[in-house]
């Protein structure tokens, strides 16, 4: 399996750092070949420019994309969504033709997204640590619901591009980690890695599937009625 590791953090003796490396080693141990796309080091331009194509920077990244069978987005959670680093490499990567802006629209399909597109075929799972406790993120936390908080990054930009989308892989309350947590985590984030191309992706609903109303793109009255938010995305609930 090819892996590409999206990374975004500033210093490479971080706790994102010593679990990045952690994952390069572990996967290549397995007998998987390894990108990472280290954006602090890469001094990744963030901003999209008016009327930008994508220049040399960007088709690499690009063709790193198609090469990965998965990608991993690993950042620290920084005000509740990734650092402007990673936001800047989705915007200028994501290029229209490429991320969005494919496929024909019709009665019946309304372009290749969620659920089809470029990287159609292809796995991805984010990698996320927080400075808040697990309970902040939980149903009635009050930093609300991490899958919520981290929906607009799963539905809206990995499974737009047509990416099945794993469960995060999680790590809480950063600061009390010591060698014996961060033990554990790596534990925990080998059989993750270990299992990337079995687990079971969250079951987004694909747009182009029959659920939705074309050209409203609204999930049809008789499923999920009344219901509202974004759970109704999810075809298991
Ligand atoms: P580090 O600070 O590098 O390390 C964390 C701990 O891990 C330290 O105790 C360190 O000793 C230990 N450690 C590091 N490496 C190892 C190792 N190899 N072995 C054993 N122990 C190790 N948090 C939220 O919950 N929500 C937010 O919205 C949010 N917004 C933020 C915004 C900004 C701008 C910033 C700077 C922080 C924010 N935070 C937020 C906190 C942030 O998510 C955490 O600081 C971050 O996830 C910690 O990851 P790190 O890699 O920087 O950890």
């Known amino acids: 399996m090819n892996v590409l590791i999206v990374y975004a953090h500033p210093d490479s003796r971080s706790l994102n750092g010593a679990l990045k490396d952690y994952a390069v080693a572990h996967l290549?141990?397995?007998?998987?070949?390894?990108?990472?796309?280290?954006?602090?080091?890469?001094?990744w331009k963030t901003t999209l420019e008016a009327n930008e194509t994508p220049g040399p920077d960007v088709q690499r990244e690009q063709e790193k994309l198609l090469w990965a069978d998965t990608v991993i987005f690993q950042f620290p959670l920084w005000w509740f969504t990734m650092p402007a680093i990673m936001k800047g490499w989705v915007d200028r990567v994501y290029s229209y033709g490429f991320g969005y802006g494919i496929g024909e629209h019709s009665d019946q399909r309304w372009g290749d997204r969620y659920g089809d597109g470029t990287l159609a075929g292809k796995r991805a799972m984010l990698m996320v640590t927080t400075g808040g406790w697990e309970p902040h993120y939980?149903?009635?936390?009050?930093?609300?619901?991490?899958?919520?908080?981290?929906?607009?990054?799963h539905h809206g930009i990995l499974y737009y591009s047509g990416m099945q989308v794993l469960p995060p892989f999680l790590i809480y309350r950063t600061s009390r980690v010591d060698q014996a947590?961060?033990?554990?985590a790596c534990e925990e984030l080998g059989r993750r890695l270990d299992t990337?191309?079995?687990?079971?992706?969250?079951?987004?609903?694909?747009?182009?599937?029959?659920?939705?109303?074309?050209?409203a793109l609204t999930l049809k009255e008789h499923i999920a009625p009344g219901?509202?938010?974004?759970?109704?995305?999810?075809a298991e609930q």
């Open 28 to 43: 290549q141990a397995a007998g998987h070949a390894v990108q990472v796309s280290d954006l602090y080091a890469m001094e």
């Open 138 to 153: 939980s149903a009635r936390g009050i930093n609300g619901p991490i899958e919520q908080l981290l929906f607009p990054i």
């Open 181 to 184: 947590r961060f033990a554990d």
């Open 196 to 215: 990337l191309q079995a687990a079971a992706p969250i079951p987004f609903r694909r747009q182009n599937d029959g659920d939705y109303e074309i050209p």
């Open 227 to 234: 219901a509202t938010g974004m759970e109704i995305h999810l």
